[in-house]
């Protein structure tokens, strides 16, 4: 499918019906024209999950290169050659605002997830985690705008007969959020009850934020540990930084804990996060947990994670 060029003095409207109508519809439905033939169905620019979850540039990238170039459909042509930068980033922004909706958290702020800090933004990821000898299965699911659930199972297999260590259920919503100011926040609550390892009830509410001012990302979180029969053990604090070098993120998270009782601790996570595929849906993360402060001993521990945003496109596109 080639692209037509389009007029130089096109507004936006125009340009998406020259551009775009024929394979998205008139509205934006997904509702291909009865003349044209296509191998996978196309996206509905009204659904606002879709079109509001990734980044602006994302957008602009495929619309320019073409959905080849991000491992998706041929269908999909480039418009690099038929309009200007200019033009393309209006008729991007003219296909997003189809949603109709803007309560809904831009993909700008959608920052790379770190290894410690929980993510602000709510996302449709599984993620596989390993820290030492320790892994965790993470699934999560976005219900409309801004809430997310998340369900956990962790094993450790270490010189212990019980490598199951326990499940952790979340819940995450989205309460604030600003594109002006490229930054958002979150309140949210885990709960772990007493299975594998885990003897008694944990709950953790939680507050977390990100922000992107200039070139850094930076994103936050403050915990409160309650245990049953205990009550509120320790606080926690943590902050990480990272800034975008092409595919790959380089990162530091910082982890204080201050417990009602005992020594506090602080650890050090430095990470690269790398985006694995071209549409950037399957990224990985490799690093050390390095303990500063607490209790002995602090030997270092490996971390790493890969993630899958399930949300975006299946396992096997987009590469």
């Known amino acids: ?61 495929i619309v320019t290169q073409g959905g080849a170039a991000f491992g998706l459909s041929l ?58 000898r320790g892994q965790a299965l993470i699934y999560e699911r976005r219900f409309g705008k801004r809430l997310q659930v998340e369900g956990a199972a962790r094993t450790v297999f270490d010189s212990l007969r019980r490598p199951f260590d326990g499940v952790t259920a979340s819940l995450k919503y989205n309460v604030w959020h600003s594109l002006e100011r490229r930054a958002l926040a979150s309140l949210g609550v885990e709960a772990t009850p007493p299975l594998g390892r885990q003897e008694t009830w944990e709950i953790e509410p939680f507050v977390s934020f990100g922000a992107n001012p200039g070139a850094l990302v930076l994103q936050g979180e403050v915990v409160a540990s309650w245990e049953e029969a205990a009550g509120v053990t320790a606080f926690s604090y943590r902050l990480g930084v990272g800034r975008e070098v092409g595919r790959v993120v380089p990162m530091l998270d910082a982890g204080w804990t201050v417990p009602r009782a005992g020594e506090h601790a602080l650890s050090l996570y430095p990470q690269l996060w790398m985006r694995l595929s071209r549409l950037g849906h399957v990224a990985a993360s490799v690093g050390a947990e390095v303990r500063a402060v607490g209790p002995e001993p602090r030997r270092p521990r490996l971390i790493a994670f890969v993630l899958w945003d399930y949300g975006d496109a299946p396992l096997l596109h987009g590469w």
Not at 7 to 18: H, K
Not at 90 to 115: H, I
């Open 1 to 61: 499918m080639t692209a037509a060029q389009a007029p130089a003095d096109s507004g936006p409207a125009a340009l998406y019906q020259a551009w775009c109508s024929k394979c998205h519809g008139t509205d934006g439905r997904g509702r291909a024209a009865a003349t044209t033939r296509l191998a996978v169905p196309p996206a509905d620019l009204q659904e606002c999950q879709a079109s509001t979850a990734e980044p602006e540039a994302r957008w602009i990238g």
């Open 75 to 132: 269908d999909m042509p480039a418009f690099g050659e038929a309009g200007t930068p200019a033009q393309i980033r209006a008729v991007v922004r003219y296909a997003r605002s189809l949603c109709g909706d803007s309560g809904w958290p831009p993909g700008e702020l959608n920052f790379p997830r770190s290894f410690l800090v929980e993510k602000a933004f709510p996302e449709n990821e599984w993620v596989v985690t390993e820290a030492g």
